[in-house]
């Protein structure tokens, strides 16, 4: 079983659909999580970081459940400029595990 | 403000030969990543920095591979001697401080072994 596993998708959803992901991870001791956003041939850049109280910017959603050891990701209004894939990323003990991304197509 | 520089961007070598990529992260970041990265999957730790000091290198094949970052301010990657299996994108990111923190990467190297 690998450390961090998300749905590899493709998801594909209209512009206007609201569309999840969840990440689950292995090692209860893990401690700071996050999102990524990676564009096709681009460098991954940071969404927003996710916080055991979950937290929201925006139209992005993210929410942390650490006795079912996941993360999630909502997406409300997607836009087609949402497309890209998106990682989980879990870290702890200098420990970084990026999971394998999940690949979001909005289409109009 | 420059965000993390990596050279080359693009490296074509035959396999048994050496290459070397090099990274200078944003001014001021105390900690610095190697990644690989295969088509399809997320990046791949290779090892982690923070100054000069190697704290996580678990994940680096030390038997071809090798890093440095010797004023712990820009750093190396060395392969030697590369393998078809080695071809991949080779990120460097980098993140202001101790502690786990957003990282911000570079534009990667794409290597291609033939």
């Known amino acids: 079983r690998k450390e961090v596993e998300q749905d590899p998708g493709p998801f594909n959803v209209p512009e206007g659909a609201t569309v999840a992901f969840n990440c689950t991870y292995s090692?209860?001791?893990?401690?700071?999580f996050f999102w990524y956003r990676q564009d096709c041939r681009k460098e991954p850049k940071l969404l927003m970081s996710v916080y055991s109280s979950g937290n929201e910017d925006g139209r992005f959603t993210a929410q942390l459940n650490r006795a079912s050891q996941y993360i999630s990701l909502l997406i409300r209004d997607s836009k087609l400029s949402d497309s890209a894939t998106y990682l989980c990323?879990?870290?702890?003990?200098?420990?970084?595990?990026f999971g394998a991304g999940t690949r979001l197509f909005v289409k109009a | 403000e420059a965000g993390v520089v990596q050279s080359p961007r693009y490296k074509i070598i035959e396999k048994k030969q050496p290459v070397a990529f090099w990274c200078n992260p944003i001014?001021?970041?105390?900690?610095l990543y190697w990644y690989l990265q295969n088509l399809g999957q997320g990046p791949e730790l290779l090892i982690r920095y923070e100054n000069e000091e190697a704290v996580d290198d678990s994940q680096l094949p030390k038997d071809r591979f090798s890093a440095e970052r010797l004023k712990g301010v820009d750093s190396t990657l060395k392969i030697q001697p590369a393998e078809l299996g080695d071809s991949a994108v080779y990120l460097c990111a980098s993140s202001p401080s101790d502690g786990d923190n957003e990282q911000f990467f570079g534009p990667g190297t794409r290597l291609t072994v033939l």
């Open positions: 990323v879990v870290m702890g003990g200098f420990k970084t595990i």
């Open positions: 001014s001021g970041h105390n900690t």
């Open positions: 090692n209860s001791a893990s401690q700071s």
